[in-house]
Every structure is written in structure tokens, then in C-alpha cells.
């Protein structure tokens, strides 16, 4: 915001690790048509065998999901005289399938064997969740990723191999120093990788 104001400009994309891959965090991304290359944090996957909710395709017209057998799970499946206990349309929605259907299908074993009906919980910013996993499946992103990475090592860098884990000098000018010092030696690392030292050759 505070570049957006000052410099009047607006990032087309925004690269950073899993830990900014929350829904709130994803939510305001696209709220300002920022792509976010960054992994999502999901927890819906299942290790047991049984569908995950990634199985269960979503219908947003219709505000439900429909499972691999093709019926409907709902959040409500009636209209509410008294609006709060309608749809909020914040925080988690849980979608439920009728339990007459469930016992019935032939599919619950792989669907919900310990439990009655399949639920699925649906979280505030899952529109912008799915942003970012379509974004994940992009070559943009691939190039996003190995970017990340080359930034995140030289800080790694600085931090465990240069010793820059705190600043020892105080004020700004003192922090530019440091920094400008390890940033040197950085490169010159680099460089001595890059054009290494000639070979003398060897005498007869």
C-alpha cells in the first residue's frame, strides 16, 4: 500500500513461501489482481485412501459440491425465516450429502466408512485458494519458484556462512555498511566461480 502510494506502483505478481499461503493472505492478493505464486496451505488431502475434498467438484451457481457419484452435499437445504441462521458468507461453511443417500451408495467405503454422510468444510477464501493452485500448474510459476529460491540462499547466506545474524554497527548507515561488505563478498565468491584461477602449467 505504502508503495502504491508513494511510487504509484502495483506488483502483477507476488512471489513467497508456504507460510504466506493462508486463506486470508491469498484473499487479499487477489482482492488487488495480484497473481500470488505461492504455495497453498492445504490441509484437506488424506492419507488414509478415502476422497479428498480435491474428488468433489464445486458448484458456485448452485453454492454445493457434487461427489464423484454425482450427488449434491449442501451447506442448507432449506430457507431460513431468521437470516443469521442462513448463509453468513464468512468463516467455515460445512457442506453435508443426506444420510439416506450416503448409506446407500456404493462408493462409501472409499468415501466416509466411519462416518454416516461425507462433509466438506469450506473456508472464506477458497476462491483465492484455487487461484493459487491453478497458478501453481503454470511454467510462470516453475520460473517463480527458482527466482524464490536464488533469493532465499543468499540471505540464507548471509545469515549462516557470513555471520550476518545480527547487526553489529548501529543506525542505518552502520546496517548499509555491513550489509554492503557481506553483499561484497558474496559476489566475489561468485565470481571466483564463475572465472576461476589459471592453471600454471605443470614443469617437465
Not at 484473499?27 to 488424506?46: N, S, T
Not at 449434491?72 to 467455515?92: A, H, M, W
Not at 476462491?127 to 520460473?143: N, S
Not at 533469493?151 to 552502520?174: Q, S, T
Request: hydrophobic letters at 30%.
Amino acid at each position: 500500500t505504502r508503495v502504491k502510494d508513494r511510487f504509484d506502483l502495483h506488483p502483477e505478481r507476488l512471489i513467497a513461501d508456504t507460510a504466506y499461503g493462508s486463506g486470508p493472505m491469498l484473499g487479499w492478493l487477489v482482492e488487488r489482481e495480484i497473481a500470488p505464486h505461492i504455495p497453498v496451505i492445504d490441509k484437506a488431502g488424506r492419507s488414509d485412501g478415502t476422497w479428498s475434498r480435491a474428488e468433489f467438484e464445486w458448484d458456485a451457481e448452485n453454492d454445493q459440491y457434487i461427489c464423484p457419484e454425482g450427488h449434491e452435499l449442501k451447506q442448507f437445504r432449506r430457507n431460513y425465516s431468521d437470516p443469521n441462521r442462513g448463509p453468513t458468507g464468512k468463516g467455515t461453511a460445512r457442506y453435508r450429502a443426506l444420510k439416506e443417500v450416503c448409506q446407500t451408495c456404493p462408493s462409501k467405503p472409499t468415501c466416509c466408512p466411519n462416518a454416516e454422510a461425507r462433509k466438506i468444510t469450506r473456508e472464506e477464501h477458497e476462491d483465492a485458494r484455487q487461484v493459487a493452485r491453478d497458478i501453481a500448474k503454470t511454467h510462470q510459476y516453475d520460473i517463480s519458484m527458482k527466482l524464490r529460491k536464488k533469493v532465499e540462499m543468499l540471505f540464507a547466506h548471509l545469515k549462516r556462512i557470513l555471520g550476518l545474524n545480527r547487526l553489529r554497527l548501529r543506525g542505518p548507515c552502520g546496517a548499509n555498511d555491513e550489509f554492503l561488505l557481506a553483499a561484497t563478498a558474496q559476489n566475489l565468491r561468485k565470481l571466483a566461480k564463475i572465472f576461476p584461477a589459471p592453471q600454471q602449467p605443470r614443469k617437465a
